[in-house]
């Protein structure tokens, strides 16, 4: 029984990060998609260099910052992913 309680820590920890990271991570993916979509209409529409620098760098904000919540999000289900390991392999006890 010892064995299983840093086990089970391990995986809520590993669940509670993925729910979160992924759900900023769908936050920013709306979010890009909304910079990208002002990108591309700035680029169209703007022939100043520096407003469509501007929107360029918004939108890459936010790819960024999708790329660190997507990193993170797939830790922490490796996190869980482990410790759901550990449990399957901890040997059975005949007799106990």
């Given at each position: 029984?010892?064995?299983?309680i840093?086990?089970l820590?391990?995986?809520?920890?590993?669940?509670?990060?993925a729910?979160?990271?992924?759900?900023?991570?769908?936050?920013?993916?709306?979010?890009?998609?909304?910079g990208?979509?002002?990108?591309?209409?700035v680029?169209?529409?703007s022939?100043?260099?520096?407003?469509?620098?501007?929107?360029?760098?918004?939108?890459?904000?936010?790819?960024i910052?999708?790329?660190?919540?997507?990193?993170?999000?797939?830790?922490?289900?490796?996190?869980?992913?482990?410790?759901?390991?550990?449990?399957?392999?901890?040997?059975?006890?005949?007799g106990?």
């Amino acid at each position: 029984m010892i064995r299983i309680i840093p086990l089970l820590a391990i995986m809520a920890a590993g669940i509670a990060g993925a729910i979160i990271f992924g759900y900023y991570a769908l936050v920013d993916w709306d979010a890009l998609e909304k910079g990208y979509a002002n990108f591309a209409a700035v680029a169209q529409s703007s022939p100043e260099f520096a407003t469509v620098f501007v929107a360029e760098a918004e939108q890459n904000i936010h790819r960024i910052n999708l790329f660190a919540e997507g990193v993170w999000f797939l830790q922490s289900a490796m996190l869980a992913a482990i410790g759901f390991h550990g449990l399957c392999v901890i040997p059975r006890r005949l007799g106990n």
